[in-house]
């Protein structure tokens, strides 16, 4: 990755992004260049794709993407492939554009080997969340580590109802698998979509305070071991060892130190 240190958010000095979840739905032609362009302006962006079954042989349907201060959702099910060649792509594979994610694995392969993109400079925030535990784990004994999904993490970390509801309502939707691929799509998906990139901005704010230091160089390889966890392996089992696999250790090849001592978590397929 390109980033040297902590994101500086555009008009955003506190790191909490988008005041609300009112979004941006972009479902025509001519909507794409003034929110691309919009976009373009942003070192540091919120990402997040939703679909069913997302990965390789999953099928997209939302590209969520917040700057500090508006909310994009881009229905690829409407715009089709041809959004990334519109901009779209530049901006997912830019290494000087920060991009906040929570677990990108299953996006990553998604994006690769169905659109050709590929993703780059991603900040993870489970990784921040997990070197957060290992913060607090050094006065506090703890075998295994915990690792939260994003839901756990607004929970803990950000405490904001709104979010929390949002994000709750649209997964009781989610029991069938193809509800994002439902058009129109409803009003609580869309939100739902919204608020997760939201509160990408707010969790970061919350868990900053241990990117610095070492721990930035950590979680720059970190992430990129996470963007490349599905999308290098030339085919996929999808069974419950692929979900659930031990990450080996790590290592910076310039430093060769570990990132993480990966052995100590277990890391598993989480809800989003």
Same mark, same amino acid.
């Given at each position: ?109 998604? =994006?690769? @080997?169905? *659109? ?6 991603? /900040? ?6 997990? +070197? %957060? ?37 649209g997964k ?34 919350? =868990?900053? @305070?241990? *990117? ?6 950590? /979680? ?6 996470? +963007? %490349? ?5 030339p085919s ?37």
């Amino acid at each position: 990755m390109a980033t040297a240190g902590p994101p500086q958010e555009r008009g955003d000095p506190g790191g909490m992004g988008p005041a609300s979840c009112h979004y941006r739905l972009i479902d025509k032609e001519s909507q794409i260049k003034p929110a691309l362009d919009d976009i373009g302006r942003s070192p540091i962006i919120g990402v997040d794709c939703e679909g069913e079954a997302l990965s390789r042989r999953g099928k997209l349907s939302v590209i969520s993407i917040a700057t500090a201060d508006q909310i994009y959702l881009f229905d690829i099910v409407v715009l089709g492939k041809g959004i990334f060649d519109e901009g779209l792509r530049g901006i997912l594979e830019d290494t000087a554009r920060q991009k906040l994610m929570f677990d990108c694995r299953q996006d990553s392969d998604c =994006l690769m @080997h169905q *659109y050709g993109v590929k993703l780059a400079n991603v /900040l993870d925030l489970q990784l921040l969340q997990m +070197l %957060d535990q290992e913060f607090e784990q050094s006065t506090i004994l703890e075998e295994h580590p915990r690792v939260e999904s994003f839901l756990s993490c607004l929970k803990e970390y950000v405490k904001d109802e709104d979010l929390i509801k949002a994000k709750e309502e649209g997964k009781e939707k989610m029991h069938r698998t193809d509800v994002w691929l439902e058009r129109p799509l409803s009003g609580v998906m869309l939100k739902y979509a919204a608020c997760d990139v939201m509160g990408f901005f707010k969790l970061y704010g919350e =868990l900053k @305070h241990v *990117y610095s230091g070492h721990n930035v160089q950590r /979680l720059r390889v970190a992430s990129d071991v996470y +963007l %490349d966890f599905f999308r290098s392996r030339p085919s996929r089992l999808y069974d419950e060892y692929e979900a659930n696999a031990f990450f080996a250790n790590v290592r910076d090849p310039r430093q060769g130190e570990p990132p993480f001592s990966f052995s100590s978590y277990r890391v598993r397929r989480l809800p989003s």
